[in-house]
T-cell receptor, first 116, second 117 residues
Framework: DAGVIQSPRHEVTEMGQEVTLRCKPISGHNSLFWYRQTMMRGLELLIYFNNNVPIDDSGMPEDRFSAKMPNASFSTLKIQPSEPRDSAVYFC??????????????FGPGTRLTVT | AQKVTQAQTEISVVEKEDVTLDCVYETRDTTYYLFWYKQPPSGELVFLIRRNSFDEQNEISGRYSWNFQKSTSSFNFTITASQVVDSAVYFCALSATVSGGYNKLIFGAGTRLAVHP
């Protein structure tokens, strides 16, 4: 079975540009998570979807960040406009449909974003 | 507070040595879950184990073993006869109830393990 798929794997963009990161969760998983990893702050949960509905977006840094999950097999994380401090690795993870994070989460390979 | 502490920032060992990675957690939940993940140099996060708070039996999987002790709020991870391929950052995580009544994975800062030939 395919794991969590993320694209692109690497993204280099200039400050002020819009960036869209994409994620396809594991089939049958209906919890989806977006994380950001930096040296300074470690792994941070940005947003959590359950059955395509955003449950907790308290980790989204500011209004420049938005996430959608239009269906069970696709999610996007958008940054508009991007800033150099958004440079990080962004992970998408999915898990089986139990209560939130009780089940193990399976992570995608990550998107390394560099904003110059 | 809901918190995971991995006090060891970096560990360096020589191949074939045994090494233990420490994890201490704090939670107000009576039911909770603990996890270990591995992040090799390639960057992906690999799930290793999940343990629920009612199961204090130690677990062994090949060269890996986990020791869960509720009395000390610890969930330590031991690699026996370490190999160079074990070099990675290892994260301990706690599934904790947050405001709103749902669960969230709280990660420790990670321990970077370097195994030298």
């Amino acid at each position: 079975d395919a794991g969590v798929i993320q694209s692109p794997r690497h993204e280099v963009t200039e400050m002020g540009q819009e960036v869209t990161l994409r994620c396809k969760p594991i089939s049958g998983h209906n919890s989806l998570f977006w994380y950001r990893q930096t040296m300074m702050r470690g792994l941070e949960l940005l947003i959590y979807f359950n059955n395509n509905v955003p449950i907790d977006d308290s980790g989204m840094p500011e209004d420049r960040f938005s996430a959608k999950m239009p269906n069970a097999s696709f999610s996007t994380l958008k940054i508009q406009p991007s800033e150099p401090r958004d440079s990080a690795v962004y992970f998408c993870a999915s898990s089986l449909p139990t209560s939130g994070s009780r089940e193990e989460q399976y992570f995608g390979p990550g998107t390394r974003l560099t904003v110059t | 507070a809901q918190k995971v502490t991995q006090a060891q920032t970096e560990i360096s060992v020589v191949e074939k040595e045994d090494v233990t990675l420490d994890c201490v957690y704090e939670t107000r939940d009576t039911t909770y879950y603990l996890f270990w993940y591995k992040q090799p140099p390639s960057g992906e996060l690999v799930f290793l184990i999940r343990r629920n708070s009612f199961d204090e039996q130690n677990e062994i999987s090949g060269r890996y073993s986990w020791n869960f002790q509720k009395s000390t709020s610890s969930f330590n991870f031991t690699i026996t006869a370490s190999q160079v391929v074990d070099s990675a950052v290892y994260f301990c995580a706690l599934s904790a109830t947050v405001s709103g009544g749902y669960n969230k994975l709280i990660f420790g800062a990670g321990t970077r393990l370097a195994v030298h030939p």
